[in-house]
């Protein structure tokens, strides 16, 4: 494939803080890059002023960047919100990432070098890349996260691991790439919207035959999390992460 084009996936939950910032980072990245470049902003039922700032941030594109603001009514989750996106993306290559850049864009280029769409960056074949905060060459996420988020996330891991995917290490990283083939087939049937979802596309790619490549890739810690773990949320992860291969029993790879 000679011309790359690139959707961005951007889910977005009460940002009006972080988002105003990131969108200008993100414009100036993909103006700067040869292919065509679409950014999708999914406001999530914010309550803040979110989506006014997407539409300030989006109003006056420059040449090559195209963009579009969806909104859902009421807040559904973060895997919800992708899933919108995602399915509305109409480029070669779909790429998620959070609203605070903790993956800033310049790492794009990583993920594209390891898709098959993404053969002017040097194709190594693979359908979907991952980053992995992880991997020794790359940036270690752990050390820079709260105690209570490394203990829950070594529960989640755990589990995770046991129960779906042994072969990830880090399932949960908010930057991934899709080819578009491979995003239509997985975000269609995907069906939990709430954090558990990054596990839940990866055991679809596995049972589907699409291959999966992990990416090391530099990530910092940005303060201000959405995320909240009292007891009601880390039980619907858990359940969540229990129901996928339920979910998914009738799968084969020639669905
Ligand atoms: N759609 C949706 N997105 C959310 C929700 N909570 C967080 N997000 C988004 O998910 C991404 C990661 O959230 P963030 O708060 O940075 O999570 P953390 O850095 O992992 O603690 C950001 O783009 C958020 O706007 C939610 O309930 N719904
Ligand atoms: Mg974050």
Redesign the pocket.
């Known amino acids: 494939m000679s011309m790359l084009s690139l959707s961005y996936v951007v889910p977005a939950y009460n940002e009006e803080e972080r988002l105003g910032g990131s969108l200008a980072t993100l414009i100036a990245y993909s103006t700067a890059q040869s292919y065509a470049v679409e950014i999708i902003i999914v406001d999530d039922g914010s309550a803040d002023r979110t989506a006014e700032i997407a539409t300030a941030a989006l109003a006056d594109l420059p040449d090559g960047v195209f963009a579009k603001l969806i909104q859902h009514k009421v807040n559904r989750g973060k895997g919800a919100a992708v899933r919108t996106g995602a399915l509305a993306a109409s480029n070669d290559v779909v790429l998620y990432l959070?609203a605070?850049l903790?993956t800033l864009p310049d790492q794009t280029p990583k993920l594209l070098a390891a898709l098959a769409a993404g053969a002017p960056f040097g194709a190594t074949g693979a359908d979907i890349a991952i980053g992995s905060r992880i991997r020794p060459e790359g940036g270690d996420m752990r050390a820079s996260q709260p105690a209570w988020r490394r203990v829950g996330g070594r529960l989640f891991a755990l589990l995770r691991r046991r129960l779906l995917l042994s072969g990830i290490e880090d399932t949960q990283c908010?930057f991934k790439a899709f080819t578009r083939p491979a995003a239509q087939a997985i975000f269609s049937r995907q069906q939990l919207d709430g954090w558990a979802f990054d596990a839940e596309l990866l055991y679809l790619a596995h049972r589907l035959g699409y291959s999966v490549v992990q990416v090391p890739i530099e990530w910092r810690h940005?303060e201000g999390?959405r995320?909240q773990l009292g007891a009601g949320s880390a039980y619907r992860e858990v359940r969540d992460l229990v129901r996928v291969r339920w979910l998914h029993r009738g799968l084969t790879s020639g669905d």
Do not use: M
């Open positions: 959070d605070d903790s908010g940005v999390s995320f």
